[in-house]
């Protein structure tokens, strides 16, 4: 007995010890579940973001990713809310037992959040009724962050916490910024959570601090416009569009209501556009739409244009080009449209048909500004010398191909113009104009054209285009030095091009000659290199394949590789010999019997006994 209570005894104290250890393993498991989200609430939505659909501003995609991952959120957590039936269950601090929970009302205000700003991006904006849609998932948006920041507050860490309160003022930010209202109030949040960020900046580990700080330049745009708005910052138009060209998913939404703004402005602008002038015609323009289209291009074209256009880099003149080409295509719709709509009034066809000319017009002239930007691109990375490994050069042929659509926006361009009966002086001059530029344009194709042979060794066909390009450059420079007031930066071009072009023909010269003299010895040398077979696979054919078409295996600079005479030993042939005879039918013969023409043995008395 004593024995028994002795067993049951230690048999409760292992129980005891059995719960306090299962007690021990299940705290820690939940602590180290909240604390794996510590710190990292940035990266996890920076790395959602740009993996779904905002590197390119897709909120669609990003919100059909947050839907999926609730999805699967709800089904892992097993808080799905009824079959058949809707039975809502809340997420409480009582319910929020690891950190998978969190995750659930983050991404719902991540899908709240992508929804308005996808409505934000339609392409004509949004109506009223889209509007109060797009405002009524902001505050959902705003609900679920702030129930998020107090979740964090009693279950996470400190820095947890003040990344979600950070967040919750972001999304009270962003509501408030699209009602237009209680400026003060937004500019208290972003300060808040730009305060936040900034602290969270000094520490933890560089990509954490990275991250913090991309937050706090993203928040910039969105304080500075808030205090504009209140009266307390003296920005002008230029810098908020300045601001404006910042990247990031933050700022989209400052972009948006700063695209409203500027659209807003252009159409009080446009009441004073009544005409488009241009090469001294004066074209009326009677639809609303087509001067904000046409007032948006000329906004546009001051940026490449003005005092700052040489500071510009590059590929942001380029994404301005983009622009461009964008707001006169709308113009040029909208003039046929109401083309198709002016019934048989011829005077107003013929406004309509001169303004579509003229905007079709400086739609060409943009587009050879922008060729032209290009080239000078390609001849950058054509003469610098490359410090990365992975840029690529550029090579003559891609310089020819540019030139041939310079070319042809030129000849397009001019065709355009002279397509006139009356024409005028200032149309006259232009078109000349573009037969300067097409002169211009075909002595740098041919100059490219001559260093692409001369790469490839062919020193007479480079010499004889070299001296073409310097005939046509001197041809041009003459004819622009004429006019007086020519191209002041074409006219410095072809100077350059002609002293190229003289320097390149003595080089090709020079180079041919050195290469007509070691030519024997050259010649010799490869002779005397010829491989019977050879180690090289790449070539197809061998010399003895070759003997009808002649291609020069020695003589030719361009060819590195050693020819080779044939292979050995020979490949295995197919010969004809003697047929086999199969005799098929010796298995199916019956032959008769020889028994009766054999030689019979003779036995005696006693092998008669043994058989």
């Not at 409760?12 to 909240?34: D, K, Q």
């Not at 048989?344 to 002239?365: P, T």
Request: with cysteine; hydrophobic share 40%.
């Amino acid at each position: 007995m004593p024995i028994m209570t002795n067993f049951l005894a230690s048999a409760a104290t292992l129980r005891t010890f059995s719960a306090l250890a299962a007690t021990l393993v299940i705290f820690p498991t939940l602590a180290a579940n909240f604390g794996d989200f510590s710190g990292i609430m940035l990266q996890l939505l920076k790395s959602a973001q740009m993996q779904h659909g905002l590197r390119h501003g897709d909120y669609t995609r990003y919100r059909r990713y947050c839907t999926a991952r609730l999805r699967r959120l709800y089904k892992s957590l097993k808080f799905t809310h009824g079959r058949g039936k809707y039975n809502r269950r809340l997420v409480t601090e009582s319910t929020v037992t690891e950190v998978r929970f969190l995750h659930l009302v983050l991404y719902t205000a991540e899908r709240a959040w992508s929804h308005a700003m996808e409505k934000r991006q339609l392409p004509d904006g949004p109506n009223a009724r889209q509007r109060i849609y797009l405002i009524g998932r902001l505050r959902k948006a705003v609900k679920w962050a702030t129930l998020f920041a107090q979740l964090c507050a009693t279950k996470g860490d400190s820095r947890t916490s003040l990344e979600a309160e950070a967040y919750a003022s972001f999304m009270k930010g962003n509501l408030l910024f699209e009602q237009d209202q209680n400026w003060e109030i937004a500019l208290k949040n972003f300060k808040s959570a730009r305060a936040v960020y900034e602290e969270l900046g000094k520490y933890g580990d560089l990509e954490n601090q990275v991250l913090c700080r991309e937050r706090v330049e993203e928040l910039e745009p969105s304080i500075r416009y808030c205090l504009h708005k209140i009266g307390e910052s003296n920005l002008q138009a230029s810098e908020l569009l300045n601001i404006g060209e910042m990247e990031g998913p933050a700022l989209d939404l400052f972009k948006a209501k700063l695209e409203a703004v500027m659209a807003e402005t252009r159409s009080q602008q446009a009441a004073s556009l009544t005409e488009f002038h241009w090469l001294g015609h004066r074209f009326p323009i009677s639809n609303a739409k087509t001067r904000v289209a046409i007032l948006k291009a000329q906004d546009l074209e001051k940026d490449l244009h003005g005092p700052t256009a040489d500071s510009l880099p590059g590929e942001k003149k380029l994404a301005i080009f983009d622009k461009v080409f964008t707001a006169y295509h709308e113009a040029r719709s909208f003039i046929r449209s109401d083309l198709v709509s002016a019934g048989s009034s011829e005077s107003a066809k013929d406004d309509l048909n001169g303004l579509d000319k003229a905007v079709g017009a400086v739609l060409g002239q943009r587009t050879i500004e922008r060729n032209q930007l290009l080239v000078s691109i390609a001849k950058s990375k054509l003469t610098r010398q490359r410090d990365d490994k992975n840029e690529k050069a550029t090579k003559p042929e891609e310089l020819v191909r540019l030139y041939d659509l310079l070319l042809q926006n030129t000849s397009d361009l001019s065709d355009l113009v002279s397509s006139g009966r009356d024409r005028k002086p200032e149309e006259i001059a232009f078109a000349e104009d573009c037969e300067l530029k097409s002169l211009a344009f075909r002595a740098q194709r041919c100059f490219f054209l001559g260093k692409s042979y001369s790469m490839a060794g062919m020193r007479a066909e480079a010499y004889t285009l070299y001296c073409r390009a310097r005939s046509l450059a001197e041809d041009a420079l003459k004819k622009y030095q004429a006019t007086g007031d020519g191209d002041q930066i074409m006219i410095k071009e072809l100077k350059t091009l002609c002293e190229e072009c003289r320097s390149n023909i003595c080089i090709e010269h020079a180079t041919g000659i050195m290469e007509e003299l070691k030519a024997p010895e050259n010649l010799s040398k490869k002779i005397s290199n010829i491989s019977l077979t050879g180690d090289d696979k790449k070539l197809e054919k061998y010399l003895l394949e070759k003997l009808e078409s002649y291609e020069s295996a020695v003589g030719d600079p361009t060819v590195k590789s050693v020819p080779r005479i044939e292979a050995f030993p020979p490949a295995f042939q197919a010969i004809p010999r003697n047929p086999i005879v199969l005799d098929l039918a010796y298995n199916f013969i019956d032959f008769p019997s020889l028994d009766n023409r054999m030689k019979k043995d003779k036995k005696g008395f006693i092998s008669r006994l043994w058989r």
